[in-house]
């Protein structure tokens, strides 16, 4: 693959995966744009952004498992056209039933672009700064929009109207995707059959992380209601303190990666969840501009560094993959489920009783999380290691509106040792030429 091929791909994937995360990015003005402007309670409104994120999930299942018939290229063309049509239908009507079937149809294309992406970023030859490209596309895409739409008026159209118009602008990079799977170029994940390691601490750690993907998007999908309602902030001032969290993911998932392996994984997770707890208690009891600002923020940066750990945790139960994907799946899940339950629990216990409630299952989930990471994290992969029976290494891709992190391989690609066979009669003449040096006998 030239050079030129690779860039032409490369651009094509970090759009993608700009269009497919911009949804989950917005999700906290959309939400707050449904209740508002179409007269539903916050509980309703956070149920069509889980149903939204619940067929982004969905679709990227699906694609996992046929994602080679299909080829890059038309999946993703395939979403994009799913996200123009069914945003756009959700824009245009005020009907419930419509606006709900157009943010399903939407989500399966979110879904789709996310899953063509996170395949296409894995199998570069640095994925790492692949996604770091994407994350910085749409952040500033993301943050720009949150300053652009409260200018545009109110209503539930804008946010909407804006996802269908990014997915339509990706089309034309669209080309520089492979046709089919398996392109040159891309590295070899794929692992052999056998049993499944350490079942016990994977299941641990999925039941935990889907906990605390739940609690991470439960605050983020009420995050906008928190600041226009509680702290008494303008749609604009909100907009601009989630810009500034964006850039702040950005510097979080920065900090994880000159971080690396230095304190181990336990106590990025355990501290740093912890730290999020206080974060989420912080946002939801938040009064002020200065409360408020300070606690999304801050939020913003611990999230991607805790999750790059947590990704990488899963990647080293198996090196295979097998975990990293099932864990994945937990996320997503988790992600899903998130507004609806941020809303069920502002509607009957309030903003800060719905954070104390939070931070308590956070708080839950991070000592098992943390004594996976301390008694069952697998081999590392470092520079120089060798793989001698078959396995992997793997990258991981998971997402969120403030901050998504791919977990790439550390240090230098593992070779194959190839076996040398030798002749029983070789060995035995090889043998035979280093005995034992001593003086010879004398009569």
């Not at 943010?103 to 640095?126: E, F, M």
């Not at 739409?149 to 990014?166: E, R, V």
Request: proline content about 7%.
């Amino acid at each position: 693959m030239s050079s030129r091929t690779r860039g032409r791909a490369l651009v094509a994937l970090v759009a993608l995966f700009t269009a497919g995360y911009l949804a989950p990015y917005l999700l906290p003005t959309v939400v707050g744009r449904l209740s508002a402007g179409l007269g539903l309670a916050p509980s309703q409104a956070g149920l069509i952004g889980s149903v939204l994120l619940l067929g982004s999930s969905t679709a990227g299942f699906t694609l996992a498992a046929r994602g080679e018939r299909i080829g890059p290229r038309r999946a993703a063309r395939a979403g994009l056209l799913a996200m123009a049509v069914g945003y756009g239908c959700a824009a245009a009507t005020a009907t419930v039933p419509l606006v709900v079937a157009g943010a399903v149809l939407g989500g399966l294309g979110s879904g789709t672009a996310t899953a063509v992406a996170a395949a296409g970023i894995a199998g570069q030859r640095d994925p790492h700064r692949a996604s770091t490209l994407g994350l910085l596309s749409v952040s500033a895409t993301a943050g720009a929009l949150y300053l652009t739409l409260p200018h545009l008026g109110g209503g539930h159209a804008a946010p909407l109207l804006a996802i269908a118009c990014g997915a339509a602008l990706v089309w034309p990079f669209t080309g520089g995707l492979p046709s089919t799977a398996g392109a040159p170029g891309v590295r070899d994940t794929a692992g052999g059959p056998g049993p499944l390691p350490h079942r016990r601490a994977g299941a641990v750690l999925a039941g935990g992380i889907l906990c605390w993907s739940l609690a991470q998007n439960a605050l983020w999908g009420v995050s906008g209601r928190i600041g226009l309602t509680q702290a008494g902030l303008s749609e604009v001032t909100v907009g601009a303190v989630f810009a500034v969290a964006l850039g702040a993911g950005l510097a979080g998932v920065t900090a994880a990666g000159a971080l690396g392996s230095r304190l181990g994984r336990a106590v990025p997770i355990g501290a740093g969840t912890v730290a999020i707890a206080g974060c989420v208690l912080l946002s939801s009891t938040a009064q002020s501009l200065a409360g408020f600002a300070t606690g999304e923020i801050l939020w913003n940066v611990f999230y991607p560094v805790v999750l790059s750990y947590l990704l990488g945790l899963a990647a080293s139960l198996d090196p295979r993959g097998r975990w990293a994907v099932m864990v994945g799946s937990a996320s997503s899940l988790g992600v899903a489920c998130g507004p609806v339950t941020g809303s069920l629990l502002s509607d009957r216990a309030g903003y800060p009783g719905m954070g104390l409630a939070l931070c308590v299952l956070l708080l839950l989930v991070a000592a098992p999380m943390t004594a996976v990471a301390r008694h069952a994290s697998g081999r590392p992969l470092v520079p120089g290691s060798i793989r001698r029976r078959g396995g992997a290494p793997a990258a991981v891709l998971a997402g969120r509106g403030p901050g998504t992190a791919l977990v790439p391989q550390m240090g230098a690609p593992e070779q194959e040792v190839t076996p040398i066979p030798v002749a029983a009669g070789r060995r035995r003449a090889a043998k035979s030429a280093f005995r034992l040096a001593r003086p010879s006998d004398r009569g």
